[in-house]
């Protein structure tokens, strides 16, 4: 399961990217600066020689002759607050080099905070969205699979 969702999890960014035209139409674009923030999905807890979501979204660009520049500050555990709550001093400081976002968390917030659904995902859209008042271009939530129906692209 856990591998299912990191390939849609994939393919979500991907296409957001501009990467799903890419077979077909190709792309003008190529150069990306992206910053990943996130839980242990996004800091690559488990994964071995790199097959961290982040670094999978970094190969597929660079096989499509693109160059890529990655800032992972995803860390195990972390929760919605504690990601706002780092985001002016660990996050927001980077949006004029990295001009997309790409963001999952979820499960931390609601195992440990006991917060309704609704209040997480009030949470977690305000994060990317001060994101986005904070200076990144492109801002992407994820969410994990059994929640992909209220994935949000800000």
Same mark, same amino acid.
């Given at each position: 399961?856990?591998?299912?969702?990191?390939?849609?999890?994939?393919?979500?960014?991907?296409?957001?990217?501009?990467?799903?035209?890419?077979?077909?139409?190709?792309?003008?674009?190529?150069? +990306?600066? /992206?910053?990943?923030?996130?839980?242990?999905?996004?800091?690559? !807890? %488990?994964? &071995?020689?790199?097959?961290? $979501?982040?670094?999978?979204?970094?190969?597929?660009?660079?096989?499509?002759?693109?160059?890529?520049?990655?800032?992972?500050?995803?860390?195990?555990?972390?929760?919605?607050?504690?990601?706002?709550?780092?985001?002016?001093?660990?996050?927001?400081?980077?949006?004029?080099?990295?001009? +997309?976002? /790409?963001?999952?968390?979820?499960?931390?917030?609601?195992?440990? !905070? %006991?917060? &309704?659904?609704?209040?997480? $995902?009030?949470?977690?859209?305000?994060?990317?969205?001060?994101?986005?008042?904070?200076?990144?271009?492109?801002?992407?939530?994820?969410?994990?699979?059994?929640?992909?129906?209220?994935?949000?692209?800000?």
């Amino acid at each position: 399961m856990h591998h299912l969702c990191s390939i849609l999890l994939f393919l979500l960014a991907s296409a957001h990217l501009g990467l799903a035209q890419m077979s077909t139409a190709g792309s003008n674009r190529s150069t +990306y600066n /992206i910053l990943f923030d996130g839980n242990s999905w996004v800091a690559g !807890s %488990g994964s &071995t020689s790199g097959s961290n $979501y982040p670094n999978q979204v970094q190969l597929l660009l660079q096989k499509a002759g693109k160059t890529v520049t990655m800032l992972n500050t995803g860390v195990p555990g972390q929760t919605i607050d504690q990601m706002q709550t780092k985001a002016p001093t660990k996050v927001d400081i980077h949006h004029a080099k990295y001009e +997309y976002l /790409i963001g999952l968390e979820l499960v931390n917030q609601w195992g440990q !905070s %006991g917060q &309704t659904r609704e209040v997480i $995902y009030e949470k977690y859209k305000k994060y990317f969205l001060d994101r986005k008042a904070a200076g990144f271009k492109n801002v992407m939530a994820l969410t994990r699979l059994s929640q992909l129906a209220n994935c949000v692209l800000l």
